[in-house]
């Protein structure tokens, strides 16, 4: 038998122990109030109640309920348009970027709010890394475009360990190292989204959102960012978007399943969670009918 | 929500079961042939039950490499990931029924030519056929209509052939003290044994029907804990 997780003995542990997200002292209100009272039953890295996320007067995506762990893998899936995107990119409030956008619900971060006035969204994408659909190297050296973030950040220690360091980890290292002064531009495809996961190690985060990171990429590249996926799941939270059902199946530890739900004068389309659960129970016996409609092919 | 998409792998598995299921057709006649070739011993049926397994096994190599082919190019999830497991298992115990009806063909000539049987013995044997033909039947008509009751049913009926089985045990051990006689009834035990495989392999096919249906596999008897087994439903 295994002892229980003590998350906090864990993060003092860790090698780089993840920092509060404040920039500010905490207000009352925050995490010593009505959060303490919604503490995970289990480790959670995320907890998401009532999370809806609208453009302007339209809803994206309302009401999602659900908890992602810490140390799994998370596929976000359904058809396009269900609003999977947005909810992965409010995880590091990438939507804070789009003026339009308003959050509203609960959304919590290792017991934080995410969105509480003294939390700054930098120090927020810093502990929250995204990888996105088309690999974006720098144009820079693939030296430069790792230490870049370091180097912004002031994060202390070799700069040549820390390169080093994120791209053995992104398992591109031995690929690339000897050409580290070479231009980004002249990897492959695939090495340079696993340049782009390197870049995203490089400043120690304990989230990784993938947003379709392999759409772009050809079997044996897809094939080496999923082996790499299994390997960061030991370290990493991660939690990605995919159309890919087998990837889907393949990787990941839970599966929340999206659906598009038209509103009453059929003008708005809302994205919904339908069902979230074990990724193998999604994909071989899945509680709701909308789920094995989608995951078997039937509906799109 | 209807079905939009993946007609022509929907079309695929559906084929594919159709002959997993043709199967059972194709046991049920051969097991028929096989109870009259030992009642009536008749060693030239005998042959044919023989000669024509090799059809059945035929079955359960297209079948198998059609289940290869569909996990391999079609990647199916849930219910027709069930599905397509299920039709593996019943094309499986396809091929066994085949080879019960074989081994009981077989014991035909091995009883010689105008062997000393018992008539309320053959009688049993002619009861049991008739009893492994219905279950075949029964879990055939249970897969098709995806119905878990009658699945479940096969439990009733196989209770049926093993009461059987146990007569034919019964009657052997009465058969009296002359040689050719009792090695006669030996043979007829065998034969009683192989029907009584094929009624648990038709248990073993529900099994499957309920899998699909349900999502959960579990056996609706298990032999080495009869006492956890859940009730039947009622005939």
Same mark, same amino acid.
């Given at each position: ?37 919604? !503490? ?6 995320? !907890? ?84 996105? !659909? ?9 030296? @430069? ?33 000897? #050409? ?30 993938? @947003? ?56 708005? #389309? ?31 | ?16 079961? %159709? ?13 028929? #042939? ?47 990931? #069930? ?34 049987? @018992? ?18 039947? !029964? ?53 009683? %044994? ?23 596999? %579990? ?17």
């Amino acid at each position: 038998m295994t002892e229980p997780r003590d998350p906090q003995r864990e993060n003092a542990e860790r090698e780089h122990p993840i920092p509060s997200l404040h920039t500010r002292e905490p207000s009352e209100a925050a995490p010593g109030g009505e959060a303490a009272q919604h !503490q995970p039953a289990r480790e959670a890295i995320f !907890q998401l109640a009532g999370v809806s996320v609208s453009y302007g007067d339209k809803p994206a995506v309302r009401d999602i309920t659900f908890d992602i762990g810490n140390n799994e893998i998370t596929a976000l899936i359904g058809p396009s348009g269900c609003g999977k995107s947005t909810l992965i990119r409010c995880l590091n409030r990438m939507n804070d970027l789009i003026p339009s956008a308003t959050v509203s619900g609960r959304l919590l971060y290792h017991g934080e709010d995410l969105y509480a006035k003294e939390v700054d969204a930098v120090e927020v994408r810093k502990r929250i890394g995204m990888v996105f !659909q088309k690999p974006n190297p720098f144009p820079k050296s693939i030296y @430069d475009n790792i230490a870049f973030g370091p180097r912004v950040l002031g994060m202390k220690g070799s700069m040549d360990d820390i390169v080093e360091r994120a791209l053995t980890r992104a398992a591109v290292w031995d690929e690339v190292k000897d #050409r580290l002064k070479t231009n980004a531009f002249g990897m492959s495809g695939g090495q340079q989204q696993r340049l782009c996961i390197a870049r995203c190690l490089a400043v120690e985060p304990d989230v990784i959102l993938m @947003d379709e990171p392999c759409s772009a990429l050809d079997p044996i590249s897809t094939g080496k960012i999923e082996d790499l996926m299994l390997e960061l799941e030991k370290e990493y939270s991660i939690v990605i978007v995919t159309h890919n059902m087998q990837q889907a199946a393949r990787v990941s530890d839970k599966t929340a399943f999206f659906t598009v739900e038209l509103d009453a004068d059929q003008k708005n #389309r809302t994205g919904r969670v339908v069902e979230f659960d074990d990724t193998e129970k999604i994909f071989t016996n899945p509680g709701d009918a909308r789920t094995e409609a989608y995951v078997t092919g039937k509906v799109g | 929500m209807s079905d939009t998409s993946r007609t022509h792998f929907q079309d695929e598995l559906a084929s594919l079961e %159709r002959m997993a299921l043709g199967g059972l057709d194709m046991v049920s006649t051969s097991l028929e #042939r096989a109870v009259e070739t030992v009642v009536n011993q008749d060693v030239e049926l005998a042959g044919m039950v023989i000669s024509d397994d090799d059809r059945i096994d035929g079955r359960y190599l297209e079948v198998h490499q059609g289940v290869l082919s569909l996990l391999a190019r079609q990647a199916p999830v849930a219910t027709d990931l #069930r599905t397509v497991a299920a039709i593996l298992h019943v094309i499986k115990h396809v091929e066994r029924m085949g080879d019960q009806c074989v081994n009981m063909a077989k014991l035909v000539p091995l009883a010689g030519h105008e062997p000393p049987s @018992d008539q309320r013995l053959l009688d049993n044997i002619r009861r049991m056929g008739a009893q492994a033909r219905q279950q075949v039947v !029964q879990s055939k008509q249970a897969f098709e209509r995806r119905d878990v009751e009658l699945a479940q049913d096969l439990v009733r009926q196989d209770d049926e052939i093993d009461k059987l089985n146990r007569d034919c045990f019964h009657l052997a051990l009465e058969i009296g003290d002359d040689l050719d006689r009792r090695e006669w009834a030996m043979h007829m035990m065998l034969v009683a %044994r192989c029907l009584e495989r094929i009624g648990d392999n038709a248990v073993d096919i529900g099994e499957q029907t309920a899998f699909v249906v349900t999502g959960l596999f %579990r056996e609706f008897e298990d032999a080495s804990h009869p006492e956890l087994a859940p009730p039947t439903p009622a005939a």
